[in-house]
């Protein structure tokens, strides 16, 4: 995001770029503006170059006139007149009545604060424009699944406003603070927009692709938390259970990962298929676990 500020009390002449939202490119002029301090300038410019014509005829105060040119030529440069103007000003020998005031990158009108007529001071910031090509999209990150997330890990963007299509980009930063209310940290993520469907103030989904591995994994609702351990129901012959603590790491979706306390092809009790009859039972089953 750039602010486009004048540094010269002045009035403002041909408004080019008339809207919010309107497209501009580096360079392209958004507005005139005409200041008498500007043509004074100008005059004291036009001015040096004469008294250089002159001294260079005399010969031996030739590096007097240099020197005028080149201090009146930084003065011109302070006000951010264009070196097109410049070279007109040494071809012609007059002064330009407007400055065009141009657009330092290519972008988006995102503020406009002036009309033709309008009256400018100096420090006064007329434009704002807001480069689109690349956009920041902030993830919300469950503290459980921060371990899986690094500086350049590839993530997906999808949004219902363009539904089947996905955008692209890598993770750019993680806040270094938590949100203590909803345990999560902000994650940056770098998108490419060329075609500018990404619009600030979006919602979506993000998906960052992590690195592939294999786990053992089982439905979430399988898992019964005491509080103090996680416990399975493990089935075995004879329409029989045991209960089974275990250890659990990532949860993605509606499945979580095992890390110890099952072995690949054991069976567990989902809540779908399995009903305890007491909270006596299930408590006494927990207890035995611990020899309470």
């Known amino acids: 995001v750039r602010k486009v500020n004048v ?5 403002v002449e041909n408004v080019d770029a008339d809207f919010v939202g309107k ?7 958004l507005f005139s503006i005409y200041s008498p301090e500007i043509i004074a300038v100008q005059n004291e410019y036009l001015l040096a170059l004469k008294t250089k014509k002159s001294l260079s005829a005399g010969g031996s105060l030739a590096g007097t006139g240099d020197d005028m040119v080149a201090a009146a030529l930084e003065h011109i ?4 007149i264009p070196q097109s103007i410049i070279r007109q000003l040494e071809r012609t020998g007059e002064p330009v009545r407007t400055i065009p005031v141009v657009s330092p990158i290519s ?10 007529g309008a009256s400018l001071n100096a420090g006064d910031t007329p434009y704002e424009i807001t480069d689109l090509s690349s956009v920041w999209v902030l993830a919300d990150v469950y503290e459980s ?10 993530a997906e963007l999808k949004l219902k406003a363009f ?19 909803t345990r999560t940290v902000k994650v940056r993520i770098e998108v490419p927009n060329p075609d500018g469907d990404l619009r600030p103030e979006m919602f979506g989904e993000v998906q960052i692709l ?7 994994r089982i439905p979430f609702d399988a898992v019964v938390d005491s509080g103090e351990r996680q416990v399975v129901f493990v ?3 004879g329409g029989k259970f045991e209960p089974r603590e275990v250890r659990t790491g990532v949860r993605s979706g509606e499945q979580i990962e095992v890390i110890s306390g099952l072995k690949s092809g054991e069976k567990v009790v989902t809540r779908a298929n399995f009903l305890v009859d007491s909270e006596s039972r299930l408590r006494s089953a927990l207890a035995s676990m611990g020899g309470n």
Request: proline share 8%.
């Open 23 to 29: 497209p501009v490119t580096r360079g392209q002029t």
């Open 77 to 80: 440069a302070h006000w951010d």
């Open 7 to 11: 540094k010269v009390q002045g009035y």
């Open 107 to 116: 972008g988006i009108v995102t503020a406009k604060t002036v009309v033709e």
């Open 210 to 216: 992590s690195e592939e591995r294999q786990s053992l």
């Open 163 to 181: 539904p089947g299509q996905t955008f692209r980009g890598k993770v750019m930063f993680l806040d270094p603070l938590m949100d203590p209310k």
């Open 145 to 154: 699944e921060l371990a899986r997330v690094r500086r350049g890990t590839p």
């Open 235 to 237: 089935a075995l012959e």
